[in-house]
């Protein structure tokens, strides 16, 4: 079987169990997060989505209720590419997110469109209703009795807490050490994730340039809510593009059908360098915006 067979076989396979249109012909766009109807807090999102086209994509396109975005820079090498956003909505609302691709010949997919809200973004974890029955039989001329109880409601997305443990804030890449990287994120409440995925992404300290955001990373569950996995910097995404690069990393909880449970804030507290370069920090008082400078460590 030729690998051009392999590759449809695997791309009709995919849509089969995604429920997608299996026409692979024509271009394709579909959204795979956030799912159609969901409701998110207030607070940084990826939206990921899915562009298929014969050969490969020409284009791809995102708008959020109308207003066309800015993606980062896409590799449009195979027929099938990934597509993330990091969204970060102004305010609570109903908002409508809609995808297309283009191929080679100009000609656009149709439009795959979700519609989800976003609520408060400072929820509360549980619901207290205080009730008042009415006696319906007084033995005694007493006084009538309240009884208050207590329910606790069913732990959603927008009330999960994510304890970011991540170390080293400095690492290296290369020989030198530290060039070991270790995501450790603990969440509650822990009875109601299955899985944890990272996402990373690095920025440039000297431009605007990025690598774009990775397709994810499975942690390893450690019990009480704790989730870890330690890996070699060689591994992220894009690492030999930068003499020294911010990472930003974000965490998605997973619930046991796979349906993810909340993510949390997006971190940039690691700073990933080239082996054998020093980053020497310009104090803040000597210019508006300091730049950093480098010397090789001997």
Same mark, same amino acid.
């Given at each position: 079987?030729?690998?051009?067979?392999?590759?449809?076989?695997?791309?009709?396979?995919?849509?089969?169990?995604?429920?997608?249109?299996?026409?692979?012909?024509?271009?394709?766009?579909?959204?795979?997060?956030?799912?159609?109807?969901?409701?998110?807090?207030?607070?940084?999102?990826?939206?990921?989505?899915?562009?298929?086209?014969?050969?490969?994509?020409?284009?791809?396109?995102?708008?959020?209720?109308?207003?066309?975005?800015?993606?980062?820079?896409?590799?449009?090498?195979?027929?099938?590419?990934?597509?993330?956003?990091?969204?970060? /909505?102004?305010?609570?609302?109903?908002?409508?997110?809609?995808? %297309?691709?283009?191929?080679?010949?100009?000609?656009?997919?149709?439009?795959?469109?979700?519609?989800?809200?976003?609520?408060?973004?400072?929820?509360?974890?549980?619901?207290?209703?205080?009730?008042?029955?009415?006696?319906?039989?007084?033995?005694?001329?007493?006084?009538?009795?309240?009884?208050?109880?207590?329910?606790?409601?069913?732990?959603?997305?927008?009330?999960?807490?994510?304890?970011?443990?991540?170390?080293?804030?400095?690492?290296?890449?290369?020989?030198?050490?530290?060039?070991?990287?270790?995501?450790?994120?603990?969440?509650?409440?822990?009875?109601?994730?299955?899985?944890?995925?990272?996402?990373?992404?690095?920025?440039?300290?000297?431009?605007?340039?990025?690598?774009?955001?990775?397709?994810?990373?499975?942690?390893?569950?450690?019990?009480?809510?704790?989730? %870890? %996995?330690?890996?070699?910097?060689?591994?992220?995404?894009?690492?030999?593009?930068?003499?020294?690069?911010?990472?930003?990393?974000?965490?998605?909880?997973?619930?046991?059908?796979?349906?993810?449970?909340? %993510?949390?804030?997006?971190?940039?507290?690691?700073?990933?360098?080239?082996?054998?370069?020093?980053?020497?920090?310009?104090?803040?008082?000597?210019?508006?915006? /300091?730049?950093?400078?480098?010397?090789?460590?001997?």
């Amino acid at each position: 079987m030729t690998y051009r067979k392999v590759f449809l076989l695997f791309v009709c396979f995919l849509m089969v169990g995604c429920n997608l249109p299996q026409n692979l012909t024509a271009p394709q766009a579909w959204i795979d997060a956030p799912l159609d109807g969901s409701t998110l807090p207030l607070a940084p999102y990826d939206i990921v989505f899915h562009a298929f086209a014969q050969g490969n994509p020409a284009a791809v396109e995102l708008t959020i209720n109308g207003q066309q975005v800015s993606l980062d820079p896409i590799s449009f090498d195979q027929p099938l590419v990934t597509v993330h956003y990091q969204w970060s /909505p102004m305010q609570p609302g109903s908002y409508i997110i809609t995808a %297309r691709a283009q191929d080679q010949k100009g000609v656009w997919s149709s439009a795959h469109t979700h519609t989800v809200s976003i609520g408060s973004a400072s929820p509360t974890s549980t619901t207290t209703l205080t009730l008042t029955p009415t006696p319906s039989l007084t033995l005694t001329p007493t006084p009538t009795s309240t009884a208050t109880f207590t329910l606790t409601a069913t732990p959603t997305a927008a009330e999960l807490v994510f304890m970011n443990a991540t170390q080293p804030k400095k690492v290296h890449r290369g020989s030198c050490l530290p060039n070991q990287l270790t995501f450790e994120v603990t969440t509650k409440p822990t009875d109601v994730i299955n899985g944890m995925l990272v996402f990373t992404r690095l920025q440039d300290t000297n431009s605007s340039n990025n690598s774009g955001w990775d397709t994810g990373m499975a942690l390893n569950p450690q019990g009480n809510g704790v989730f %870890r %996995r330690s890996i070699n910097t060689s591994l992220l995404n894009g690492v030999g593009q930068f003499k020294s690069a911010q990472l930003s990393y974000q965490f998605v909880a997973m619930a046991v059908d796979n349906t993810i449970l909340g %993510r949390s804030q997006v971190y940039s507290d690691v700073l990933v360098t080239q082996c054998g370069l020093r980053v020497i920090p310009v104090p803040v008082a000597s210019t508006p915006t /300091p730049t950093p400078t480098y010397e090789i460590v001997k």
